[in-house]
């Protein structure tokens, strides 16, 4: 309800009849709301078609407002929380959006494909997803819509997209259940699941490696990656990752599988891409989020913060002039990112500003590294650092219990719930 009347939305559209009641649930609470539409037919609800308008004079005025439009009108508001705090909403202009995802399909880049296809399962109400989508379209792509998160896999199969954009998260459960499955096979088919995975390990885009590493490498994705393909449709060109940070054991196995990912970066301040690993020749370094995109200013402050400026660069925080001005500070936007730039101009991310924190021995710690490097393990689902003026730096960790109970069952322990599971010695 927050956002609702913070943004003081007149008109909301519900799909069906659960996301309808969850609307009127709350409707007293947001006197702002005119009205709820739906997509569905449902009963005792307004149906989006009653919207149309056939008046040939109305439908020549809105013509007529639709070029008064200046670039620079507010043309979306997206609400972030950031680490802390309530939720902010970020004003981006058409020009701020149109910017980055021209600048954003030129840079990787995106060619004019009309015979490819693209799986869409992100949240649309996220910036990433909806500027990934605007350049698909303007690439002349065809978007295909996931039915929901748990048919990624059939759909997958069933679309055989050309690329889609994805998160980290979701990356390490395809990962995750590719690895449960190798655990699963027996002699000689396990030794060569694992051979060729460790071979991926090892895979560098910049060095390539020897002759005898890229001979093995052939056949591995011949007699074990094929498969890998398979499961993510066997047309897969490219897969664009962001919103966090990949894990780079991930992206150094799916590039050797011939399942190309590239890591991008940016926050919806800035539209939101700021640099991009790209598909062009020495465009792309594993553990770094590439390189910045034409059109896109930085510097790096003095404490490593990264600063972006140009003209995807947000109008403001509605309503909350006093957080935009500690945020863009004369013309450049702070990111709240720590980072360093690599030889060949690779930025990399090293930390939240805002997550460092201090032991009471004066210590300061940057808990992304360590949490990143603990999430390589198959074990851990979910991981967070604590210890801001305490003796010692202590982790917050939410197993992975479908791999736990793999495990068990491997080595004979009995369990009844997960609670179990984990006060187990040998747990």
């Not at 609470?29 to 149906?47: M, N, Q, R, S, W």
């Not at 071979?199 to 890998?228: C, H, M």
């Not at 047309?235 to 196995?253: D, E, M, P, S, Y």
């Amino acid at each position: 309800t927050f956002i609702l009347n913070d943004a003081s939305v007149q008109y909301m559209f519900a799909s069906n009849q659960e996301l309808f009641d969850k609307v009127m649930s709350i409707k007293d609470k947001v006197p702002c709301l005119k009205e709820v539409y739906t997509f569905d037919k449902i009963a005792g609800a307004k149906h989006w078609t009653s919207l149309f308008n056939k008046d040939a004079e109305i439908i020549e005025q809105v013509k007529v407002i639709k070029k008064t439009i200046p670039v620079d009108q507010v043309a979306t508001f997206i609400y972030t929380s950031g680490t802390t705090g309530t939720p902010k909403g970020v004003m981006l202009t058409h020009k701020n959006v149109y910017f980055n995802l021209m600048m954003g399909k030129k840079s990787f880049p995106f060619q004019d494909a009309p015979d490819q296809k693209v799986l869409s399962f992100l949240p649309l109400n996220h910036i990433f997803e909806k500027v990934a989508s605007y350049i698909y379209m303007y690439s002349g792509m065809s978007i295909y819509y996931a039915e929901s998160l748990e048919t990624i896999g059939e759909n997958l199969k069933e679309v055989s997209p050309d690329c889609f954009s994805t998160v980290p998260r979701l990356l390490e459960k395809m990962f995750e259940k590719i690895m449960m499955k190798g655990e699963e096979l027996t002699g000689v088919k396990r030794k060569l699941f694992f051979w060729a995975v460790a071979l991926g390990e090892k895979y560098d885009n910049i060095t390539p490696g020897s002759w005898w590493y890229r001979t093995q490498l052939k056949l591995a994705n011949k007699l074990i990656f094929v498969k890998w393909r398979e499961a993510v449709g066997s047309n897969v060109k490219f897969i664009v990752t962001g919103g966090a940070a990949c894990q780079v054991k991930l992206l150094r196995i799916f590039n050797a599988a011939q399942i190309p990912v590239y890591e991008g970066y940016g926050p919806t301040e800035n539209s939101p891409i700021i640099s991009l690993n790209l598909r062009t020749p020495g465009g792309t370094k594993f553990g770094t989020v590439g390189k910045v995109i034409q059109g896109v200013d930085y510097k790096l402050e003095a404490d490593g913060e990264i600063c972006v400026a140009g003209p995807s660069v947000m109008l403001g925080y509605y309503k909350r002039p006093d957080l935009t001005a500690e945020t863009i500070i004369n013309g450049w936007l702070h990111t709240g990112d720590i980072g360093v730039e690599e030889a060949g101009g690779y930025l990399k991310i090293t930390d939240r500003k805002k997550e460092l924190f201090k032991t009471s021995g004066g210590k300061y710690v940057a808990p992304q590294p360590v949490e990143n490097k603990m999430k390589e393990s198959p074990f851990v689902e979910q991981i967070m650092l604590v210890g801001d003026n305490k003796r010692f730096v202590s982790a917050l960790i939410v197993p992975s219990f479908a791999k736990l109970k793999e495990w068990s069952k491997q080595h004979g322990i009995q369990f009844t719930s997960n609670e179990e599971i984990i006060k187990n010695s040998m747990v």
